[in-house]
Structure formats: C-alpha cells, structure tokens
C-alpha cells in the first residue's frame, strides 16, 4: 500500500469518526436533555435550524479540511511517511 493510499484512508477514517462523534453527541443530547426534546416536537422551526446547523457543520468539516487540526495532523504524518517511504 502507498503512502497516498494510506492518507486516503486516514481521510475516510477520520471524516468517518468525525461522523460518528456528532451522531453520538446528538443521541446524548436527546437521551439526557428532556427540555431539547420537547422543543424539538413543539417548535418545528428550532427543529430545522439545528438540524440545518449540524448538518452545516459536518460539510464544513468536509470541505475546508485544512482549517481542522486533526485533518492536519494527518496530513502532516501521511507527508512524512511519504518522504520517509521516498528516501529508503
């Protein structure tokens, strides 16, 4: 597998748990928070703008990975691997 491979799939990897992390705060939330649920079936508008702004986020997260530190992290290690994998 090379290096360009393996950033590949470090990117998956990592838009994948950032995923799931959202997905598992949003079930805390309606787990434990009595009063979003209630708003969330009383005021369909609230409903849509935070679901508008999740689901903004995730795109965010998605389209500008180089502003996220993590998504640089990676790409910093997958370029040294890269170089490393290069220079043997």
């Known amino acids: 597998m090379g290096a360009s491979e393996e950033a590949l799939g470090q990117e998956v990897f990592m838009k994948v748990a950032t995923v799931i992390l959202h997905l598992v705060y949003l ?14 079936s009383t005021d369909p508008w609230y409903t849509a703008i935070y679901l508008l702004l999740f689901v903004a986020t995730l795109a965010w997260y998605f389209r500008s990975p ?23």
């Open 27 to 40: 079930g805390v939330l309606l787990i434990f928070d009595k009063g979003f649920v209630d708003k969330f």
């Open 66 to 88: 180089d502003l996220i530190h993590a998504w640089m992290l990676f790409r910093a290690v997958a370029a040294v691997n890269f170089l490393g994998a290069s220079a043997l």
